[in-house]
Nanobody
Framework: QVQLVESGGGLVQAGGSLRLSCAAS????????MGWYRQVPGKQRELVAN???????NYVDSVKGRFTISRDNAKNTVYLQMNNLKPEDTAVYYC?????????????WGQGTQVTVSS
């Protein structure tokens, strides 16, 4: 099973920035879809952004123009740069990898990192 470890969360004022990192334990970042999700208590986990093996990126409308997903294949790491943060961005952010690894299905989640945006 592939391990994903997130870091970079914290407390920031509205308008500030944070960069989340997701380090994978195997060389999967280049070959699979990597995504960032977020969840607040009482709500479903929602997809924030993802990046495909071909480099195509997708964003939920509420973060377009403010968040950027990227990856460093050499470091097996995916990033989420979050700018102009808003209080409604407060959530636990999770990294996810899905696709295949060595011919087997892959669907791994990280443990989550808290992002809190104060007004």
């Amino acid at each position: 099973q592939v391990q994903l470890v997130e870091s970079g969360g914290g407390l920031v004022q509205a308008g500030g920035s944070l960069r989340l990192s997701c380090a994978a334990s195997a060389k999967i970042v280049r070959l699979n879809v990597m995504g960032w999700y977020r969840q607040v208590p009482g709500k479903q986990r929602e997809l924030v952004a993802n990046i495909t093996s071909g480099g195509t990126t997708n964003y939920v409308d509420s973060v377009k123009g403010r968040f950027t997903i990227s990856r460093d294949n050499a470091k097996n790491t995916v990033y989420l740069q979050m700018n102009n943060l808003k209080p409604e961005d407060t959530a636990v952010y999770y990294c996810r990898a899905w696709g295949t690894i060595l011919g087997q299905p892959l669907n791994s989640w990280g443990q989550g990192t808290q992002v809190t945006v104060s007004s």
